[in-house]
């Protein structure tokens, strides 16, 4: 009895952040470009990254609080990520998103492919631009909707939300182009690398705030 009273009573104390999933509101695409936008969307359903773009997890902000005021890299051993929450000790690496993402990516796959491949991917999708600075702006409106999601939810920008390095690029033509691509490793390498940045962002996959 007197645990259940406290696991109901720390279950009060979650604060439940209810517009965390939400990336961007969609009005219908113009006539011309349904079928291209409903590609898009079709695409995002079946790629390796559809659970963690379209799960609706219940995002508690004083535990995500908790995780990045406590989280620490292990640099003595395979330096994975360790915080406490709730005191109780939490462990993350790169098999751990794997797995609870469900992301279906491998250790073995890239997370950089080569200069020439990508740039002839981006011809492919229509980039008006050049590399390896990589603006969403210059995206077509459709691959620029997918770039806007990307950025969103899944990468840790520091200069803005129009701009995309080598890595992440890579990774959005992976993503277009069903190449294979980890995913995983992407995703925890920016955690360590927010961790390492003196005014580190609290981020969780779908979302970052201040």
Same mark, same amino acid.
């Given at each position: ?5 406290? @696991? ?7 604060? /439940? ?5 939400? &990336?961007?509101?969609? $009005?219908?695409?113009? &006539?011309?470009?349904?079928? %291209? !936008?409903? $590609? ?8 390796? %990254? ?7 997890? /219940?995002?508690?902000?004083?535990? =995500?609080?908790? !995780?990045?005021?406590?989280?620490? =890299? ?5 330096? !994975? =990520? ?6 109780? +000790? ?21 997370? %950089? ?6 740039? &002839?991917?981006?011809?492919?999708? $229509? #980039?008006?631009?050049? #590399?390896?600075?990589?603006?969403? +702006? ?14 969103? *939810? ?8 129009? @701009? ?8 959005? /033509? ?6 294979? #691509? ?10 360590? +690398? ?9 981020? *969780? ?6």
């Amino acid at each position: 009895m007197a645990g259940a009273m406290l @696991q109901e009573k720390n279950q009060r104390q979650l604060e /439940v952040n209810e517009f965390h999933n939400q &990336a961007g509101f969609l $009005s219908n695409p113009p &006539a011309d470009q349904a079928e %291209l !936008f409903g $590609s898009l969307i079709r695409g995002l359903n079946n790629c390796p %990254l559809t659970h963690a773009l379209r799960t609706n997890h /219940v995002i508690c902000s004083n535990c =995500i609080n908790a !995780f990045w005021n406590t989280a620490k =890299i292990d640099r003595q051993g395979a330096g !994975f =990520i360790e915080a406490t929450v709730q005191k109780m +000790k939490i462990v993350v690496f790169e098999a751990v998103i794997r797995e609870v993402l469900r992301i279906g990516d491998q250790p073995h796959h890239p997370t %950089l492919y080569d200069q020439a491949r990508v740039q &002839a991917a981006l011809r492919r999708m $229509s #980039y008006e631009g050049g #590399y390896p600075i990589v603006l969403k +702006k210059l995206f077509p409106p459709y691959w620029r909707l997918l770039v806007h999601f990307f950025l969103q *939810c899944v990468a840790e920008n520091k200069g803005g939300w129009d @701009q995309l390095n080598k890595t992440q690029t890579s990774a959005v /033509v992976a993503l277009v182009n069903e190449w294979e #691509y980890n995913f995983s490793a992407f995703i925890f390498d920016n955690m360590k +690398k927010m961790l390492e940045d003196p005014n580190k962002k609290i981020c *969780c996959t779908r979302g970052s705030y201040r």
